[in-house]
């Protein structure tokens, strides 16, 4: 099984402010436990982060034949991006959508996600934990 995370714009800033919202933990920290989860799950993962737009929709174009399924967190661009939703439409991998805070519970504008009804599942607000049950999610889909 192989899945493919991606992770958007400023989570490679994790950690050095607001560790109310986000946690204290670091980007590094975030691929040291998705890979570690993989490892023991059997999962063969690649992570992916990019600030840009272009390029986060490239590499969902280029999943297609590579990866099982998807897993990804869009950060900003979950509340504003066609292109992410549209890429990830048009590869028809599952893909299950992750956050670590609660954007439920947040501003009006982080309630909105474009990304989402691509999506087989949503899971948020829980922390790097919510990446594991992503892959999760991808694995008893693809097992079904
Ligand atoms: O909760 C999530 O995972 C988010 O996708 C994180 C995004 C935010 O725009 C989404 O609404 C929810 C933000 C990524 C990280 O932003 C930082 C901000 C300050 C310090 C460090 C990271």
Redesign the pocket.
């Given at each position: 099984m192989k899945l493919l995370f991606i992770n958007?714009?400023?989570?490679?800033?994790?950690?050095?402010?607001?560790p109310e919202?986000?946690g204290s933990k670091t980007y590094a920290d975030l691929v040291e436990f998705i890979n570690g989860f993989c490892k023991e799950l059997g999962i063969e993962a690649e992570i992916f982060q990019s600030n840009h737009e272009g390029a986060i929709v490239d590499k969902i174009q280029e999943a297609l034949g590579k990866f099982d399924g998807i897993v990804i967190?869009?950060?900003?661009y979950?509340?504003t991006s066609v292109a992410i939703l549209d890429a990830v439409k048009a590869v028809g991998l599952p893909t299950v959508e992750?956050?670590?805070?609660?954007?439920s519970k947040?501003?009006g504008?982080?309630q909105v996600s474009y990304i989402r009804e691509a999506c087989i599942a949503t899971i948020?607000?829980q922390g790097f934990e919510?990446y594991k049950t992503a892959a999760l999610t991808l694995l008893k889909e693809l097992n079904k």
């Open positions: 958007g714009p400023n989570l490679n800033m994790l950690g050095i402010r607001e919202i986000y967190n869009p950060a900003a979950t509340h992750v956050h670590i805070s609660d954007v947040r501003e504008f982080r948020s607000g919510g």
